[in-house]
């Protein structure tokens, strides 16, 4: 009898050991993926996401659910993608918002940008323009800089929150050309467009794709673009660098997994969402739509650009003086 019970312990042991092999031996992925977004539902990253998140989904051969966590200037989401098993079934979007002037903003985060994540690809690249409104006084950015010196306080910019990208414009261009502005804070660009087109507000920053046909039918002005180069949209609106305003970051959008993920799985996933933001049909029909040039890049190349962005974020926001409080 004794034997019989070693037999059957050992046999119920093998018989666990296999089960166990099997289940560890089953390929990536096996399950829904989870992708973490800090905007909600329906603005142009959100949608980009689910965009991407579609046709890798259909490569890997299961679903990719989008998790909309907005608020707090990304804290919630980036917080909960920290502390999330790092599986390769938990996923963040990355924005410089997050990952670059986060850390520099506020005294204490929920999260380490530079230890709690590993970069998965750097995604596009996001076009941006100041815009004035059609009933502003001025054409140009020398114009609207020429009218803060001669009237000081007399024109509102318009921004999404202290701390938001227009609110970052604001002290940038403040802080070089020696100008007082009004910084007015909205809840979103929802807000903010049409305050400009009221005239309620005068200037502020946005992605190009979210003003393009309002700048065509001349409902509000282009004064500069932020990006390294014209675009091909606006050729006649100068770069911020033309003008000695530049801050040298761009906007861009990412992916980003908790940190300790399988690297095996980290390049699996880099590969396939490389492929999918270079696919013809979701360029033609919504990146170059909304100004989005996509990137694409290695791993490596996306970890290394995530670190330079920060380092030029710390700069700027040492200039801007902007700080925020996460208990706010």
Known sequence: MIKIKCSMDKLLILCLSFWVCACLAQPYPNKPIRLIVQYPPGGAIDV????VAQKAASTLGQAIVIENKPGASGLIAFEACAKSPADGYHLCLA?????????????????D???DFVAVIDLVRISGVIVASALAPYDTMAGLLEQAKRKP???NWASFGTG???HIYLNWISNKAKVDMVHVPYKGSAQTVPALISGESDVTFVALGFVLPLIKSGKLKALAVTTPKRLPQLPNTPTLAELGLDTGTQNWVGIVAPAQTPMAIVNRLNAVFAKEIKDAALIDGFLAVQAFDPVGASQEDSANFIKADRQTAQRVVQLTGIKLDSNN
């Open 48 to 51: 980009l996401a689910r965009n």
């Open 113 to 115: 940008p530079s230890v």
């Open 164 to 166: 938001s990208n227009p």
């Open 153 to 155: 306080g007399s024109i």
């Open 95 to 111: 924005t410089g918002e997050g990952l670059s002037f986060n850390p520099f903003m506020f005294a204490k985060l929920p999260y």
